[in-house]
């Protein structure tokens, strides 16, 4: 019986696994739901809708006032206390008083939409991925973009989700991923799961999406690794494997000042973070 499960899971990711990996989507129109402008930067919050998606995201559009070409940003938050599409909004607005534009969709799964820990899962982690896809092709698209010059930040299920999204874009110049889990069924603890399927089942369902498979085709991209060294979810042993899958070339931070831990890492870890962005966005 156990070997049939998996005959058939087995089947079912490699059905899905060709979608998950598929090309950003084309032009994706926009509605603006709001508009100012701070000091020389303006921001919007917009919704727009994925191809064949039933339901419509929001976001938050940062860009400078002045004409381009501005080198891009794509953040993809975190889940829990704070993880929300304005995660990163004060980074993004010092970003675009220098020139960049940043785009901050709100993520829906597992944010607004839960996981339930069984097969349905796939379908909902393939949708939240046309998602940010969807906001990828909305940057990409957005007048004075330089899209030579598309950087993706992403945090705990951001980074997850960012990684499968960069592993498919070739495109995108350079990633920065924080304080990451390698599988999805490293959280099944957390989200109150049907507790009739085991990690190794449930990895192999989520398969299409594995963050360490995707990881492991970014090598001898521009990547940067950043983790706490105090992370209540994330442990040493488990940065050790993604820095190992990694491989040479990536650069790693373990930010260790006091009091940084899983939750604040965005904002603790920022000034060496920020540091590299620049670096790969302007070539200083």
Not at 61 to 69: F, K, M, N, Q
Not at 163 to 179: D, Q
Not at 243 to 260: K, L, M, N
Request: aromatic residues 8%.
């Amino acid at each position: 019986m156990r070997s049939k499960l998996f005959a058939f899971l087995a089947i079912l990711a490699s059905a899905a696994a060709a979608q998950a990996q598929a090309p950003n989507a084309g032009p994706v129109a926009y509605e603006v739901l709001n508009r100012k402008t701070e000091a020389a930067v303006e921001v919007l919050v917009i919704e727009f809708q994925a191809q064949g998606s039933d339901f419509r995201t929001q976001a938050i559009l940062v860009r400078p006032t002045s004409a381009g070409p501005h080198p891009g940003v794509l953040y993809l938050h975190k889940l829990g206390p704070g993880g929300s599409s304005g995660q990163f909004r004060e980074e993004a607005m010092l970003l675009a008083a220098k020139g960049v534009i940043c785009l901050l969709p709100q993520g829906r799964v597992p944010w607004k939409q839960k996981w339930s820990g069984d097969e349905l899962d796939l379908p909902r982690g393939r949708a939240q991925l046309a998602e940010f896809s969807a906001a990828l092709s909305l940057l990409e698209a957005e007048a004075g973009v330089d899209r030579q010059r598309i950087l993706l930040v992403g945090h705990d299920y951001g980074a997850m989700f960012g990684l499968v999204l960069a592993a498919a874009n070739p495109g995108i110049s350079a990633m920065a991923f924080l304080a990451f889990a390698p599988r999805f069924s490293d959280w099944k603890d957390y989200f109150s799961p049907r507790k009739n399927l085991s990690p190794a089942v449930y990895d192999e369902i989520m398969a299409p999406l594995d963050p360490m498979k995707a990881l492991e085709g970014l090598k001898g991209r521009r990547l940067f690794l950043q983790f706490a060294a105090s992370d209540g979810f994330v442990s040493p042993q488990t940065v050790a494997e993604i820095r190992a899958a990694a491989g040479e070339g990536s650069v790693f931070d373990i930010v260790s000042s006091q009091g940084t831990d899983h939750e604040n890492l965005h904002q603790n870890g920022s000034a060496t973070r920020l540091a590299w962005m620049e670096r790969q966005l302007f070539g200083q």
